[in-house]
């Protein structure tokens, strides 16, 4: 089941829609699904960027909805195994959104290779995917910066990177490079939710992953090497 198919919104939809009722009415039509996200960058030798390392920690709501049936064993507990079909799964599937991630190195965007090594872990009710997204070719950055983007372009899925120094982690890079990470402003992260004028279910079904509406909640991360 991917995350953001239009099979899942219908589920989700049927789900969130009457409790959103309950709440304040059209505002609280987008997003459905939230992520704390982590990423490492990764480097070989020569100081090339060779992927990312994301790791995505899911809300409660979509974790348990997500999750529903996997336990085979029925000792209420999932372990990796029985979550590994639906990490490989999810992975597989976010290529038709890019991966939600657009990076650039020294100022060109880079091609991804399909995905690897991809894990769920259950933890605190919160269900975690992360998985490795490497580059096609290794990109050198020399001395201009690697940008780093982490959105859902319909915002479906609202991302925001996590607090603390490993929100955004250097794997191997040249000595003094450092990660600079911007987050959406408040007032922005709001905009969906406060359902401005046209901007209904309807709106936001119709967008789809060539749509540039999501790229204003983007989150960030530059590296930047002497």
């Known amino acids: 089941m991917p995350i953001a198919s239009p099979r899942l919104r219908t589920a989700l939809l049927s789900l969130i829609l009457p409790a959103a009722s309950l709440l304040a ?19 070989a030798e020569g100081g090339k960027v060779t992927g990312i390392r994301h790791a995505w920690t899911f809300d409660a709501a ?6 529903q049936g996997l336990d085979k064993n029925g000792d ?31 100022g060109r965007e880079q091609a ?13 009710g919160a269900l975690t995917l992360s998985f490795l997204l490497p580059l096609k070719n290794p990109a050198a950055q020399g001395r ?11 915002y479906f899925v609202a991302f925001s990177l996590a607090e603390g120094a490993d929100a955004a982690r ?19 992260a ?5 359902a401005k004028p046209g901007m209904t279910e309807a709106f936001f079904e ?17 590296v930047a090497c002497p």
Not at 190 to 194: E, I, L, N
């Open 25 to 43: 009415g059209p505002a609280a039509a987008h997003p459905h699904v939230w992520v704390v996200a982590k990423a490492e960058i990764d480097y």
């Open 62 to 67: 979509y974790s348990a909805f997500i999750t």
């Open 76 to 106: 209420g507990k999932l372990a990796p195994d029985e979550l590994a079909g639906l990490a490989a799964e999810n992975t597989a599937n976010l290529a038709e959104f890019g991966y939600f991630t657009k990076l650039k190195v020294a």
């Open 112 to 124: 991804f290779a399909e995905p690897a090594e991809p894990r769920m872990a259950l933890e605190g």
């Open 144 to 154: 201009g910066v690697v940008a780093l983007e982490v959105y859902d372009p319909t």
């Open 170 to 188: 250097l794997a191997g890079a040249p000595g003094g490079c450092a990660a600079t990470v911007t987050r959406p402003k408040p007032d922005e």
């Open 190 to 194: 709001k905009t969906a939710d406060a």
């Open 206 to 222: 119709a967008l789809t992953a060539a749509s540039n509406f999501g790229v204003q909640f983007a989150n960030r991360v530059i």
